[in-house]
């Protein structure tokens, strides 16, 4: 498709699962984003990719939480042992630029619900 | 302290007046970019204004103006003539393109609400 793809839409984890969420970004694009918001609040950075190497993962809120995209198109995040406070949309942005201007293309997210 | 602050969590508005939105935002950066997003109900996050640091002209997309205020370091969102498809949530977010990188930050947002 022509925008960027995030699978699954939704998943219901039992507390101490593991977890794998995907990311396809838009063609092309070689920056990419992942973001958790939580319920009725804005986004928060996780981490950010250029091309396949990882730039920034300085909002990764504990070694529990892994993302990689290791040929610089698909990205997926995963999340060990989850716990009820991981509950929270995921969302995957992507962007043409390397740098400096450039919109961020977002998914409609993955909706992750730990019981 | 909160880089990107919006003060409004909800408001209503009667369909084809005006709203505007607040933004303020925090940044030692000389150059950033300000976003404004929109998220329905859906979960995607629409993009739909952005205004450079250096801009001198205030952002125009159709409906949705920007006033930008750099002194103040406020980033207004202004919808005009408002429709029932407004109805969402929006985002403030800022960009600094120095040592902060290349992540947007984004504030707690606005719940709009159209009425007819």
């Known amino acids: 498709g022509a925008g960027v793809s995030q699978s699954p839409r939704y998943k219901v984890a039992k507390r101490g699962q593991d977890v794998a969420l995907r990311c396809d970004p838009i063609s092309g694009h070689v920056s990419l984003f992942w973001y958790q918001q939580a319920l009725g609040q804005g986004p928060e950075f996780l981490t950010y990719?250029?091309?396949?190497?990882?730039?920034?993962k300085s909002g990764l809120p504990s070694d529990r939480f892994f993302a990689e995209r290791p040929e610089g198109s698909v990205s997926t995040l995963k999340i060990q042992r989850t716990q009820q406070e991981d509950s929270a949309v995921y969302l995957c942005?992507?962007?043409?630029?390397?740098?400096?201007?450039?919109?961020?293309?977002f998914g409609e997210g993955s909706r992750l619900t730990v019981l | 302290a909160q880089k990107i602050t919006q003060t409004q969590p909800g408001m209503f508005v009667q369909e084809k007046e005006a709203v505007t939105l607040d933004c303020t935002y925090d940044t030692s950066d000389q150059s950033y970019g300000l976003f404004w997003y929109k998220q329905p109900s859906s979960g995607e996050m629409i993009f739909l204004i952005y205004?450079?640091?250096?801009?001198?002209q205030n952002a125009t997309e159709g409906r949705y103006s920007l006033n930008f205020q750099k002194a103040r370091k406020s980033a207004n969102l202004v919808i005009s003539a408002s429709q029932l498809g407004d109805s969402a949530m929006y985002f403030c977010a800022m960009r600094e393109f120095g040592a902060a990188g290349n992540k947007l930050t984004f504030g707690g947002g606005t719940r709009v609400l159209v009425k007819p």
């Open positions: 205004q450079g640091s250096y801009d001198e």
């Open positions: 942005a992507s962007s043409l630029a390397l740098a400096g201007v450039g919109e961020l293309f």
């Open positions: 990719f250029q091309n396949e190497a990882q730039l920034d």
